[in-house]
């Protein structure tokens, strides 16, 4: 099982996903010298080149010399992230794909038919036109800016504390990051990677989602998104009253170590889901606990069904399941396994 598909083979590559490869290690590069490369003509490069701009892709051009990324970047690449994970996660991969454009990474593998129980699909995107973040929100990503990848399983029986999933993967993508060198990451309750323990910044979030089978296993997709460099493009799109956006470069992650990051990030989540479905949420409960942002902050939570008025009250932590630990203004203390909190302050 070591992924015989593989969307990002050169010869099924779409040309602007090409030339950015071409591009990505941030050197000069003339049209001729691309046109060569990808047997097409100058002309058919430079609207490759035109449609990587659209994308928000920073793309300069010196006469006479040729092209280059403003910035330096990283080509997804299939083949290298199969060669990167360990051995015990390859041997666990039914497919390992990246795709130049898609809609949702969750999506596309939620519409496909399972995997067997402890077996995987991994997805990759360059370009994901409708990323989801919880309660339907949009999740914006920046092309060679930005990873999103999708994780995909079958379990039976379910693991025991489901809710706790999303911890689980919170718990797996800090150690992901700190093993390329990460400072200053936190996780915010229930599903952001997060930067600063005052003043906090959105760096990447979590969607787990369930399908469950007609009979036998239920499909689980795990979705992560990360802002390795956070452009004016998506700082722009924050909704009102959110948290802002930062970019991991801003905590020691170099934005070319793309493929790399990925793999750990497959091989992290991988193993801790393994372990979740055997031993439930108690082997990551300190480690969550030691990364939580939240803990003894003034915040507002809104109920998971939108129907109650949110309440302000002080986040204290989580209890052995992994719900949000809250005490309200009055004193009252409540344990909720779904809601939107918003940090109003450090108040202890």
Known sequence: MNGSSDRSASDAQPLAQRVFAALADGE?????????????????????????????????????????????AAALDAAALRATVSASTRARLRSLEVAWEIGSTNAALLASPPPPVGVWDVLLAENQRQGRGRRGRAWRAALG???????????????????????????????????????????????????GREALAKAGGILVELRAESAG????????GLNLRCPAAITQAIEPGALPAAGLDQAGIAPASRNALAASLIDECTQGLACFAEQGFAPFREAWRADDALRDRAVRVAAGTGTAPPRDGHARGIDESGALLFEGADGLRSALLAGEVSVRGRDP
């Open 217 to 224: 296993a239920a499909h689980m997709v795990v979705g992560i």
């Open 145 to 195: 800016d930005s990873l999103c990848l999708s994780l995909g399983t079958a379990f039976e029986p379910l693991p025991r504390e489901l809710p706790a999933a999303t911890l689980v993967v919170g718990v797996c993508v800090l150690r992901a990051l700190r093993a390329h060198g990460a400072h200053g990451v936190a996780l915010k309750w229930p599903n952001d990677v997060v930067l």
């Open 28 to 72: 000069e590069h003339s049209g001729a010298a691309l046109a060569e490369r990808a047997g097409v003509t100058r002309s058919a490069v430079w609207k490759a080149i035109e449609t990587l701009r659209a994308e928000g892709l920073a793309v300069e051009a010196a006469t006479n010399r040729g092209y280059r990324l403003a910035q330096p």
